[in-house]
């Protein structure tokens, strides 16, 4: 079994950061892709950043420019700096990865929650 445990969420004004942490353990063989979703009130589960085991990354629209995703393998984290946070910024972030060789597992973490608002 694998755990996730994001941390790092909470409240900030308009055009502040935040970084949020996604530590995995557990019975891991290989790391992935590792990403980041986020749902706001609503609204359905979008993906906002994603990176590969190669390091290379993925970005919504509405966020490049302002968030970083990066992975610490060594560690088996992954990482999301959030710069400029505006209000639509506001959601429940969620951490994903892809596990295994052979066969992929994909597993969730709980769910951190950011919140933009003067």
């Known amino acids: 079994q694998v755990q996730l445990v994001e941390s790092g969420g909470g409240l900030v004004q308009p055009g502040g950061s935040l970084r949020l942490s996604c530590a995995v353990s557990g019975s891991i063989y290989r790391l992935n892709a590792m990403g980041w979703y986020r749902q706001a009130p609503g609204k359905q589960r979008e993906l906002v950043a994603v990176?590969?085991?190669?390091?290379?990354?993925n970005y919504a629209d509405s966020v490049k420019g302002r968030f970083t995703i990066s992975r610490d393998n060594a560690k088996n984290t992954v990482y999301l700096q959030m710069n400029s946070l505006k209000l639509g910024d506001t959601a429940i972030y969620f951490c994903n990865v892809e596990e295994g060789f052979a066969t992929i597992m994909n597993y969730w973490g709980q769910g951190t929650q950011v919140t933009v608002s003067s």
């Open positions: 990176i590969r085991s190669g390091g290379s990354t």
